[in-house]
C-alpha cells in the first residue's frame, strides 16, 4: 500500500498568488515525521519544512507552511506569494523508525510551474 | 563549506560493466543514505548505513552494493547485476538523532549505453 499520496502530478500558478500542494500519508505508527523537498531542475533536493506528528501547532519556514490535519492524515504545502523561482519538482516524504532505523519514503511528486 | 559532495555529475557506462558513485560528507554526520530516482518518479531507498561498518539494504538493493569504512564516506557500486541501472542517483546524510532531517547531495546521473 502507497504510504504517501501526492494526487496532483502537475500544476500551474500565477505569480503572486498562493499554492496548496496536496499529500496525504498512510501509517499506524504513532510517532512520525513529514517532510517536504523541492527539486529544481538541476536535481538536488532541497529541504524546505518538517512537521513531527506529536507537534501542536503547524510549522512554518518564511514563505511556506505546512497544514497538518492529523485526523484526516494529511500534510500539505502552502506556499504564499508564489515566485518564478518557485517553479520545480516538490515531494512529500514521511519518515518512520523501523527498529531503531530511521528511513524515508517520498510520494512521486507534483511539478509546480509559476505563470509570470 | 560543510556539505555533501557526489562525484562526478555525469557518468556514463557500458553495460555489464560494475561502477562506483562517489559520496563524502564533512557534516560529520552519522546516518548515509542512498537513493534512487527514475523519470517522473520520487525516490526510493537502495542502502542507508546508521554508523560505521554497520548497513541495511533498503527497498530496491539488489544489484547495488555499498560500504562504509569512514563516517564521511558512503560509496555506492552499480554491479553488472542490476537490470537497469540508468538513473539519477542522489546520497543523503543526517545527524543521527531520529528527529533530525536528512539533507541531499546533487545527485550523480548514470547513463548505462
Known amino acids: 500500500a502507497q504510504k504517501i499520496t501526492q494526487t496532483q502530478p502537475g500544476m500551474f500558478v500565477q505569480e503572486k498568488e498562493a499554492v496548496t500542494l496536496d499529500c496525504t500519508y498512510d501509517?499506524?505508527?504513532?510517532?512520525?515525521?513529514l517532510f517536504w523537498y523541492k527539486q529544481p531542475s538541476s536535481g538536488e533536493m532541497i529541504f524546505l519544512i518538517y512537521?513531527?506528528?506529536?507537534?501542536?501547532q503547524n510549522a512554518t519556514e518564511g514563505r511556506y507552511s505546512l497544514n497538518f490535519q492529523k485526523a484526516r492524515k494529511s500534510a500539505n504545502l502552502v506556499i504564499s506569494a508564489s515566485q518564478l523561482g518557485d517553479s520545480a519538482m516538490y515531494f512529500c516524504?514521511?519518515?518512520?523508525?523501523?527498529?531503531?532505523?530511521?528511513?524515508?519514503?517520498f510520494g512521486t511528486g507534483t511539478r509546480l510551474t509559476i505563470i509570470p | 563549506d560543510g556539505g555533501i559532495t557526489q562525484s562526478p555529475k555525469y557518468l556514463f557506462r557500458k553495460e555489464g560493466q560494475n561502477v562506483t558513485l562517489s559520496c563524502e560528507q564533512n557534516?560529520?554526520?552519522?546516518?548515509m543514505y542512498w537513493y534512487r530516482q527514475d523519470p517522473g518518479q520520487g525516490l526510493r531507498l537502495i542502502y542507508y548505513?546508521?554508523?560505521?561498518?554497520?548497513?541495511q539494504k533498503g527497498d530496491i538493493a539488489e544489484g547495488y552494493s555499498v560500504s562504509r569504512e569512514k563516517k564521511e564516506s558512503f560509496p555506492l557500486t552499480v554491479t553488472s547485476a542490476q537490470k537497469n541501472p540508468t538513473a539519477f542517483y542522489l546520497c543523503?546524510?543526517?545527524?543521527?538523532?531520529?528527529?533530525?532531517?536528512?539533507?541531499f547531495g546533487p545527485g550523480t546521473r548514470l547513463t548505462v549505453l
Open positions: 543523503a546524510s543526517r545527524r543521527g538523532y531520529t528527529t533530525d532531517t536528512q539533507y
Open positions: 501509517t499506524s505508527d504513532p510517532s512520525y515525521g
Open positions: 512537521q513531527g506528528s506529536y507537534d501542536q
Open positions: 516524504a514521511m519518515r518512520e523508525v523501523d527498529f531503531g532505523n530511521e528511513k524515508l519514503t
Open positions: 557534516l560529520n554526520h552519522d546516518a
Open positions: 548505513s546508521q554508523i560505521v561498518n554497520d548497513f
